[in-house]
């Protein structure tokens, strides 16, 4: 029997390892994106002062240990067995929930995550408890097993800190900017040294003299010395490093802003390693803990061991927390997933316009109307002077032209990025010296949020599309503590009732999980990366009406390459009522209609992007795109009523209309290979050639309206043929139409872009 609770031990150790490197993926987001976002040092030096910070953290957590062991639930009602596979469980739920959000890039909660793993876990067993085996009545009451006053205290608690992270960094963010101004620059030598001494000096209160009670390698007298002379300590550390930072900033003229963002880095790492490192390795830990007292008593059963023993204070061995500290180090190096989590906050919170990976729905539009009619009411009752002035402190054009000639890649400056470090390295260390497990995701995502808002990175161009994103990332959030507490609830039942057999099962459940997601991960990263280098050719350079015109004759390439297959492929999956392949067909059309709503979407920072010489003929740019989009929308007017037709089981087409609609396909590619090769070729003198030929086929699409009608009257066709097989004649009307439209803009662009070269 012991050894059934040793496959159990080796496999938390295991999954512990899985998932300290899946909880990085998710928070390394948390202390790496101020420094990335502001690009304030190359990433691997960024990498390696957080993995510093992240090892010295580990050692801060020993006193956090103890939410795993009775946080949530009273291990004195449970016996051996039945902790094991409560922990059993929350591990296995762990790994897929955290691995679920890294792999389409939103952050999440490991500490709501294990809370609500551990609450669900520990209900499910207890259930099972209660109901199939001999527990006397007095102990069928669950609340004798779920510690409910203090997982209520832990959700409120990390529920209030969204709001206090948010406004904390509403206000701080307001002040400060109010202060230096988007030229900080020119403020340093005044007040950059006060505002380094601050922050320092309140990062040193917070993470050491709160902290380190919970610090395994502190002893008790060493702990007494620091909070008797905590305010000497605060003092000292205040004028060391205003003085220091008054030379550098005098002598070496150096941005002390860079120094306190690098900093920050190191001491939110240690903060989340201290406060989260219990998520990952508190509940193997506690298992690990409980098999030995296990081991050590043999006149104990695994039916018959009560674990009053976990209710003991625990001071966890330095080593299992350095060793955590070294695997996350690593994970943070390598994991892919960080980065993509780290992209999604980043995007939210940038300075500046771009691609909103979001889209605006009704509740954002609602609370951004709100907020202007909030703010127009907030600026009626200020004097006129007093919001000229705010406007004034608030004004970036300075900082914008700046940024330009230095081609600044950074998302917003280190201003806010060294607000957004301290203000969430407070908030946790705070919480981290209360015991309180709030969870740093919040309050890092929070506090980012709310700085963004006080630096009006929420424009009224983007603010429904970031508060959209904000919408979505909190939703995420209560879904992640609904789906713990049921997948952990789920996986506990399940193993209580099948034993080893259900464990090893539901051990490889979860690995099969993360191999299936690491795949669709990669799958998603790729053509992420293909946006992104896009969105970068996109802002890096000024381009010039050859440039647009070269990309523009291969987009269009490519549109009558894919618009000739998809329109083959949409019917003759039809006529031959192959609805996997006409399934397949409609979903590549919904790429394409994508692809072309992205070029629109990027007209506007193409033309602005345009050089002098070439800004006459960007209107025919713009034509083509319009004309490219509406040959999409035609794809998806065909393809959907076919579909649907398919679906509904319905009737094929009567063997006269086949015909007609097979030569009318055939007829069609033939037009669009003679569009490809004038384009390809730039003969221009062949495109009436091309029109004749164009309007051909329009007289044919005429003569089968009338063939149809005839059809009608002869009653060979009912209604739900007709109406498709005149929509069908109508769009690829329009298709035609939009294609030769588009072919004649891009001749006119071509004519008119060599006649400015030749003028300037």
Same mark, same amino acid.
């Given at each position: ?14 999954l ?10 998710n ?10 976002g ?18 010295f953290?580990? @050692? ?8 795993a ?10 016996y ?15 790994i ?10 939103? /952050? ?6 294990i ?17 199939? @085996?001999?527990? *006397?009545?007095?102990?069928? +009451?669950?609340g ?14 990390i ?11 509403? &206000? ?15 403020k340093?030598p005044f007040?950059g040294?006060?505002?380094a ?15 380190a009670?919970g ?10 010395w620091i909070e008797n002379?905590t305010?000497?300590?605060l ?10 930072s ?5 002598i ?7 120094? &306190?963002?690098?900093?920050?880095t190191? !001491? ?7 406060? +989260? ?6 509940? *193997? ?8 007292m296990?081991?050590? +008593? *043999? ?9 009053? !023993? ?6 966890t ?11 996350m ?11 993509s ?9 940038r ?18 109307r709100?907020a202007l009619?909030?703010?127009?009411a ?9 919001n000229q ?7 970036q ?7 330009r000639?230095? =081609? ?16 969430a ?11 309180? /497990? ?17 630096? =009006? ?16 990332? &909190? ?6 503590a ?7 609830f ?8 099948g034993?080893?057999i259900a464990a090893v099962?539901?051990?490889c ?6 191999? =299936?997601?690491?795949y669709?991960?990669k %799958?998603?990263?790729?053509k992420?990366?293909k ?15 050859? +440039?647009?015109?070269?990309?523009c004759?291969?987009t269009i ?21 192959d ?20 070029l ?7 033309l602005?992007?345009?050089e ?5 003929t960007g209107?025919y740019?713009?034509?083509? &795109?319009?004309?490219? =989009?509406?040959?999409?929308?035609c ?9 649907e037709?398919i679906?509904?089981?319905h009737k *094929?087409?009567? /063997? ?11 007829n ?5 290979? %003679? ?7 730039d ?22 309206k009338?063939m149809?009608?005839?059809?009608i009257k002869?009653e060979k066709?009912k209604?739900?043929?007709s ?13 035609l ?6 072919? %004649?803009s ?5 004519i ?9």
């Amino acid at each position: 029997m012991e050894n059934v609770y040793l496959f159990f031990v080796i496999a938390l150790f295991i999954l512990a390892i899985s998932d300290l490197v899946v909880g990085v993926g998710n928070d390394a987001v948390n202390f790496l994106n101020s420094a990335i976002g502001s690009k304030v040092a190359p990433i691997h030096v960024i990498l390696g002062i957080a993995a510093a910070g992240v090892l010295f953290g580990a @050692t801060f957590s020993s006193g956090m240990m103890e939410i795993a062991r009775r946080g949530v639930f009273h291990p004195d009602q449970f016996y051996f067995n039945e902790i094991m596979i409560i922990f059993l469980a929350v591990m296995i739920t762990d790994i897929i929930m955290l691995d679920m959000f890294n792999t389409f890039g939103l /952050p999440t909660s490991t500490t709501v995550s294990i809370v609500f793993e551990l609450l669900g876990a520990a209900v499910a067993v207890s259930l099972y408890k209660i109901y199939f @085996t001999d527990v *006397p009545p007095e102990a069928q +009451d669950i609340g004798l097993y779920i510690n409910a006053t203090r997982a209520l205290g832990i959700i409120s608690g990390i529920l209030l800190s969204v709001v206090i992270a948010f406004t904390v960094g509403t &206000i701080v963010q307001f002040l400060t900017r109010l202060l230096f101004t988007f030229n900080y620059e020119r403020k340093l030598p005044f007040f950059g040294a006060i505002w380094a001494g601050i922050a320092v000096s309140a990062i040193v209160y917070f993470i050491l003299v709160k902290g380190a009670s919970g610090a395994s390698f502190m002893t008790d007298q060493t702990i007494a010395w620091i909070e008797n002379n905590t305010f000497l300590i605060l003092l000292y550390c205040f004028v060391v490093v205003a003085i220091i930072s008054q030379l550098l900033i005098t002598i070496f003229k150096l941005n002390i802003f860079r120094v &306190i963002v690098l900093i920050g880095t190191f !001491s939110l790492a240690m903060a989340f390693a201290g406060n +989260d490192l219990v998520n990952f390795i508190g509940v *193997p830990i506690a298992g690990y803990e409980s098999y030995m007292m296990f081991v050590d +008593d *043999p006149s104990q059963t695994a039916t018959t061991m009560t674990m009053e !023993s976990l209710l003991e204070p625990v001071r966890t061995p330095t080593g299992f927390l350095l060793t955590a500290g070294a695997i996350m180090v690593l994970a943070l190096f390598f994991s892919k997933k960080a980065r993509s989590v780290s992209k999604t906050e980043v995007n939210l919170a940038r300075q500046s316009e771009g691609y909103e990976r979001f889209s605006s729905s009704p509740l954002a539009r609602t609370i951004v109307r709100k907020a202007l009619d909030i703010n127009n009411a907030v600026m009626s009752i200020l004097p006129n002077k007093v919001n000229q002035f705010i406007d004034k402190r608030f004004s970036q054009d300075l900082y914008k032209r700046r940024k330009r000639m230095r =081609r600044d890649e950074s998302s917003f400056d280190i201003l806010r990025a060294s607000v957004n470090m301290f203000i969430a390295s407070i908030l946790i260390a705070f919480a981290t010296s209360l015991k309180l /497990p709030l969870s740093t995701t919040y309050v890092t995502f929070m506090v980012a949020m709310g700085t963004s808002l006080s630096d =009006r990175a929420w424009g009224r161009e983007s603010a429904v599309y970031r508060v959209t994103g904000v919408i979505t990332v &909190i939703a995420g959030w209560f879904f992640t503590a609904f789906s713990a507490f049921t997948v952990a609830f789920i996986f506990a039942y399940f193993i209580s009732w099948g034993g080893i057999i259900a464990a090893v099962i539901s051990i490889c459940i979860a690995f099969g999980f993360v191999v =299936r997601t690491h795949y669709l991960h990669k %799958k998603l990263s790729a053509k992420k990366e293909k946006e992104e280098e896009k969105a970068k050719d996109q802002v890096d350079k000024e381009v010039n009406g050859v +440039d647009v015109m070269e990309q523009c004759k291969q987009t269009i390439v490519d549109t009558v390459v894919s618009v000739s297959k998809l329109y083959n492929s949409v019917l003759t999956s039809f006529l031959s009522e192959d609805r996997k392949k006409l399934k397949k067909a409609r979903k590549s059309i919904t790429e394409f209609n994508k692809h072309t709503k992205s070029l629109k979407d990027d007209v506007y920072f193409t033309l602005r992007k345009l050089e002098e010489g070439s800004v006459e003929t960007g209107h025919y740019y713009v034509q083509i &795109i319009d004309y490219l =989009r509406e040959i999409a929308h035609c794809l998806n007017f065909i393809a959907d009523p076919l579909l649907e037709h398919i679906e509904n089981n319905h009737k *094929p087409c009567i /063997p006269e209309q086949e015909k007609e609609l097979i030569q009318l396909n055939d007829n069609i590619a033939l037009l669009y290979g %003679k569009i490809l090769e004038v384009i390809k070729t730039d003969d221009f003198d062949r495109v009436e050639n091309v029109i004749r030929h164009q309007n051909d086929l329009l007289e044919d699409l005429d003569r089968l309206k009338r063939m149809q009608v005839k059809l009608i009257k002869k009653e060979k066709v009912k209604t739900r043929n007709s109406l498709l097989f005149f929509n069908l004649l109508s769009e690829t009307k329009n298709l035609l139409l939009h294609t030769i439209n588009m072919l %004649k803009s891009h001749r006119d662009f071509r004519i008119h872009q060599h006649k400015n070269d030749e003028q300037y």
